[in-house]
Each structure stands twice: as structure tokens, then as C-alpha cells.
């Protein structure tokens, strides 16, 4: 029997294991948030298997992606990271990942934890949706980030950005993830 998925999910096994695993799984640790966060920031643009890929390289590059390391790094590290060939080498996306781990911990210590803060957002529910890019609740929060001073977190990327952490369920009815009961 043929499991069905999503249609945007590929044969390849890397997306077969993001969507099956972890899209549209409940986070709630700071660290996976801030990752996903950067991630989907880089992704502007890109097509999400191309972050995939090169999502290793992306945790070697910003240190498991501390965001207290990385709200740190220098001129000197942004060169470096420029040159990395393993991760997307685009310097605004570069500044604006550090940019937004000093802003990441600003909401932290105003919220206790930028989970609370995300969630918040929510009332802790997950919100059911499908075949959406954008929506008013993917507005309001990108708004909040942007007026905080976050880069690269339009409605587009917040919106995805919700979906890969859970708070948007985006699962088609067809995918064999689709939660009928709720």
C-alpha cells in the first residue's frame, strides 16, 4: 500500500523524512525554534529542498545554531560564513540571522521564552489550514518581529515558518497526516 503525503513532498528521502517527522510537528524548545526560524529566513527565495540539503552545513556553520553565539559573531565570521560554500552565502540573510538571535532573546526575556511568545500568538492552539502562503495570523506576527527589528520574516516566511513548528497543521486531507478528528 502506497502512503499518501502531501503533493509538494518528493521522492527524495531527506523530504520524505522532513515531512513525515518533523513539518507541522509541535515545537516548543527555544533552540529547534530559532533554528527553523534562520532556516526558513535563508529560504526566501529558495526552494525549501535546496535548505534541506544543505541544512548540516548550515548547523556546522552557525554553531548548532546558538543564538547566543551567533547574536556575537563579527565582521570576521560574516566573511567566513560568505565563503562557506555549504550553506547559502547571501550576506543580508547572513546579518540578518544575527540580527535576529540578539532579537530572539529580547523576546525571550520579555515572554520567558520565545515559545511562549510564538505560542502566545495562538493561545497554544494549532490552527488548521490548507493551501495557504500567508495569513492574517502570519501577518500579525511578522508585523510584531519586523517592528521588534527582525529581517527576512515576511508573512511568507512567518507563515511557513508556522507550519514547519506545528502551529499551523497544512497537512492536505489526502496526506495520511491529516488529523481528521480535529
Not at 59 to 67: I, L, T
Not at 110 to 134: H, L, P, Q, R, V
Request: overall charge neutral; hydrophobic content about 35%; aromatic content about 14%.
Amino acid at each position: 500500500m502506497t502512503i499518501k503525503r502531501c503533493s509538494w513532498v518528493t521522492d527524495e528521502e531527506i523530504y520524505i523524512k522532513y515531512h513525515d517527522e518533523e513539518w507541522g510537528v509541535p515545537t516548543h524548545d527555544d533552540q529547534e525554534l530559532f533554528e527553523m526560524l534562520v532556516l526558513e529566513s535563508f529560504q526566501a527565495g529558495l526552494s525549501w529542498i535546496t535548505i534541506l540539503k544543505k541544512r548540516e552545513n548550515f548547523r556546522k556553520a552557525f554553531d548548532n545554531f546558538d543564538y547566543m553565539k551567533i547574536s556575537e559573531y563579527k565582521e570576521d565570521k560574516v566573511n567566513e560564513l560568505k565563503e562557506n560554500k555549504g550553506i547559502i552565502r547571501h550576506k543580508g540573510k547572513i546579518n540578518a540571522a544575527i540580527n535576529n538571535a540578539k532579537i530572539f532573546m529580547e523576546i525571550q526575556n520579555e515572554f520567558e521564552s520565545f515559545d511562549s511568545y510564538i505560542w502566545g500568538f495562538s493561545n497554544g492552539k494549532i490552527i488548521k489550514a490548507e493551501f495557504k502562503t500567508e495569513s492574517e495570523l502570519s501577518k500579525t506576527i511578522s508585523k510584531d518581529l519586523k517592528k521588534r527589528g527582525m529581517k527576512f520574516v515576511g508573512p511568507t516566511i512567518v507563515y511557513s515558518y508556522l507550519e514547519s513548528i506545528g502551529i499551523i497543521d497544512n497537512h492536505q486531507k489526502s496526506c495520511f497526516k491529516f488529523n481528521k478528528t480535529d
